[in-house]
């Protein structure tokens, strides 16, 4: 969707190393979803922001959307094999539960 | 049980075939979704019902038939389809659109292959 840019597209790291994904969108954001998806199986989800400036962590994983509710970024720490997949932000803005998805980062981890 | 399931897992058909995709969860969702992903693509929207009733269609060729006959069940109905509409389907529900927090959980999807 042109409405929500996410970069990198592709991210390979040695284990270990921390790593960032970003996810912009072209308007504000009512909610901002995070999911993960191994090749060809479902979505995963992993975390959801709404509030301006929130920030959420879970294990390894912290995901953060900034004041003005127009970018989020995913950040890993000291990466892991088992992190590897495809990382997809969603958007929601506010049309009857739509949620819009980004193009993906394909996360590989190097052991 | 917090599990959306989707049933079957790989179908393969031809242009001349009715078959239909079969999506169940019992988490009381009162909102469900199908997705079509192509490889290497997001999940791109098709449907939405919102209590059972279809409140967003996103424009999507009627060869592709959705049907919600209950607030547990979704299907959607496959006939005369053609080979670019193989692809990935996902069923999705959640508690409740548009009501703020709307997180949505996903099946595993139907692997669908149009000779």
């Known amino acids: 969707s042109q409405e929500l840019e996410q970069s990198p597209q592709s991210l390979i790291v040695q284990e270990g190393k921390n790593l960032t994904i970003n996810c912009t969108s072209s308007?504000?954001?009512?909610?901002l979803y995070w999911y993960k998806q191994k090749y060809g199986e479902g979505l995963i989800f992993l975390m959801m922001l709404q509030k301006g400036g929130e920030e959420k962590s879970h294990e390894k994983i912290t995901a953060k959307l900034d004041e003005k509710k127009q970018q989020s970024s995913l950040h890993i720490t000291a990466s892991q094999p088992s992190h590897a997949g495809i990382y997809l932000c969603?958007?929601?803005?506010?049309?009857?539960?739509?949620?819009?998805f980004g193009q993906g980062t394909e996360l590989s981890v190097k052991p | 049980d917090t599990e959306v399931t989707q049933t079957p897992k790989h179908l393969v058909m031809g242009m001349t075939n009715k078959k239909s995709l079969k999506c169940e969860q019992h988490?009381?969702?009162?909102?469900m979704y199908w997705y079509k992903q192509k490889a290497k693509k997001p999940p791109e929207l098709m449907f939405v019902?919102?209590?059972?009733?279809?409140?967003i269609n996103e424009s999507v060729p009627s060869r592709f038939s959705p049907e919600c006959p209950n607030s547990s069940l979704l299907n959607l109905h496959l006939h005369a389809l053609q080979p670019e509409d193989s692809a990935l389907y996902l069923c999705?529900?959640?508690?409740?659109?548009?009501?703020?927090?709307?997180?949505?959980?996903f099946g595993a999807g139907s692997r669908l292959t149009v000779l």
């Open positions: 999705a529900s959640s508690q409740e659109p548009g009501a703020g927090a709307n997180v949505l959980t």
């Open positions: 019902y919102s209590y059972e009733k279809l409140s």
């Open positions: 969603g958007a929601d803005y506010n049309q009857g539960g739509k949620l819009i």
């Open positions: 988490m009381g969702h009162r909102a």
């Open positions: 308007k504000t954001l009512y909610g």
